[in-house]
T-cell receptor, first 113, second 118 residues
Framework: KQEVTQIPAALSVPEGENLVLNCSFTDSAIYNLQWFRQDPGKGLTSLLLIQSSQREQTSGRLNASLDKSSGRSTLYIAASQPGDSATYLCAVRRRGGADGLTFGKGTHLIIQP | DAGITQSPRYKITETGRQVTLMCHQTWSHSYMFWYRQDLGHGLRLIYYSAAADITDKGEVPDGYVVSRSKTENFPLTLESATRSQTSVYFC?????????????????FGNGTRLTVT
């Protein structure tokens, strides 16, 4: 059974810092890995999708990497801003079994002004 | 761009009642999903649908029923609500896969329905 773990569960940093969020998964048989952002009382917004054949994806100040063989992904946020405060979730789309994504429990990020 | 609309946003019901959560999309994406989000468990897949009249169980389907008579709608019914079904429910859609090796369309989520069963 695929399990996805995110570390740390919560993180608070001053504005302007660069930071890294971690995600690990137990089964490397995946199609892709997605990073999402969730604001309080809202749905999930897709940030980046990395295909299993890719090593990284970039969007603005966000960079996500994928090491499928070791079951790890990182989300790098450069020059953090208070507006980046949210919960960040990673999820993998597994090969075989029920369709859909397996999610981690998220990292709750607070950027202090 | 309406995207995905879930209704109601909030619902309080009593144990044993039947309740239906609605999900409507304007994109005509073939895939639709229902997830529940609980503290300590994260998001878990309840049911999904690959197309109209095609549905399949996810990780936690017990106590739920789905139907998909039209591509744009994917209602989730709790036949006899229990307190353990108190949760936030999210509907999501995805475009169809383009073929072998192209299983890489992102998921799009609605804003959720917060359900409380008393």
């Amino acid at each position: 059974k695929q399990e996805v773990t995110q570390i740390p569960a919560a993180l608070s940093v001053p504005e302007g810092e660069n930071l890294v969020l971690n995600c690990s998964f137990t089964d490397s048989a995946i199609y892709n890995l997605q990073w999402f952002r969730q604001d309080p009382g809202k749905g999930l917004t897709s940030l980046l999708l990395i295909q299993s054949s890719q090593r990284e994806q970039t969007s603005g100040r966000l960079n996500a990497s994928l090491d499928k063989s070791s079951g790890r992904s990182t989300l790098y946020i450069a020059a953090s801003q208070p507006g980046d405060s949210a919960t960040y979730l990673c999820a993998v789309r597994r090969r075989g079994g029920a369709d859909g994504l397996t999610f981690g429990k998220g990292t709750h990020l607070i950027i202090q002004p | 761009d309406a995207g995905i609309t879930q209704s109601p946003r909030y619902k309080i019901t009593e144990t044993g009642r039947q309740v239906t959560l609605m999900c409507h999309q304007t994109w005509s994406h073939s895939y639709m999903f229902w997830y529940r989000q609980d503290l300590g468990h994260g998001l878990r897949l309840i049911y999904y649908s690959a197309a109209a009249d095609i549905t399949d169980k996810g990780e936690v389907p017990d106590g739920y029923v789905v139907s998909r008579s039209k591509t744009e709608n994917f209602p989730l019914t709790l036949e006899s609500a229990t307190r353990s079904q108190t949760s936030v429910y999210f509907c999501a859609t995805r475009r169809p896969d383009r073929g072998r090796g192209s299983y890489n369309s992102p998921l799009h989520f609605g804003n959720g329905t917060r359900l409380t069963v008393t």
